[in-house]
């Protein structure tokens, strides 16, 4: 079993940035491939970032892909989500998972943490 658990999120202005951490407990991220997704209320959840387990892959929803960027640090078992340029539609819960693949499907996680809110105001 692999543990999540978010952290960095907060209340922003429209332009400002943050950077989300993933941290892992139970297992080595190593072997895992990790996302990012987000939630608004009355939405699904929606694939924003993934990374290969190995790092060297990376894929990203059209809507975040030039502002946001995902890594990996397995010697910290973490994986993060830089977010620069933030704008009001950026609001919602972030949640990092852990799976086998890297890309947009939520079923490819079998892992996930229970959410970080970010506000962006405007």
């Known amino acids: 079993q692999v543990q999540l658990v978010e952290s960095g999120g907060g209340l922003v202005q429209t332009g400002d940035s943050l950077r989300l951490s993933c941290t892992a407990s139970?297992?080595?991220?190593?072997?895992?491939?990790a996302g990012w997704f987000r939630q608004t209320a009355g939405e699904e959840r929606s694939f924003l970032a993934g990374i290969s387990y190995n790092g060297q892959f990376t894929d990203y929803s059209d809507s975040v892909k030039d502002r946001f960027t995902i890594s990996k640090d397995d010697a910290k078992n973490a994986v993060y989500l830089q977010m620069n340029n933030l704008k009001p539609e950026d609001t919602a819960v972030y949640f990092c998972a852990a799976g086998r693949l890297y890309f947009s499907d939520p079923t490819d996680y079998d892992y996930w943490g229970q959410g970080t809110q970010v506000t962006v105001s405007s």
């Open positions: 139970g297992r080595s991220l190593s072997g895992y491939a």
